[in-house]
């Protein structure tokens, strides 16, 4: 487990390994939960489009868009 070290301003470096793999970048905020015998450090997102990031990733794969368009405005011409 890797662990760091309180400097004499009272920071904390995080271990790159742990950075990595939340993607922590410079400026992100972090939540910070005193418990009973330990310091729970979470990310928090700035912005909720973080959060939503990749959502709809491959929604369209093998699809062609401009073919799906045509096909939705022939539709819709029919139901009019």
Do not use: C, F, N, Y
Not at 12 to 25: D, N, Y
Not at 33 to 48: G, K, Q
Not at 67 to 75: A, F, M, N, P
């Amino acid at each position: 487990m890797p662990s760091t070290k309180v400097s004499s301003k009272h920071q904390v470096t995080l271990p790159s390994e742990a950075r990595r793999r939340l993607g922590i970048q410079p400026g992100d905020r972090l939540s910070v939960e005193v418990t009973e015998d330990a310091l729970v450090l979470r990310v928090r997102s700035a912005r909720p489009s973080v959060r939503l990031r990749g959502l709809g990733r491959g929604s369209w794969a093998g699809l062609d868009p401009v073919e799906e368009i045509r096909t939705l405005r022939e539709q819709s011409d029919e139901q009019r």
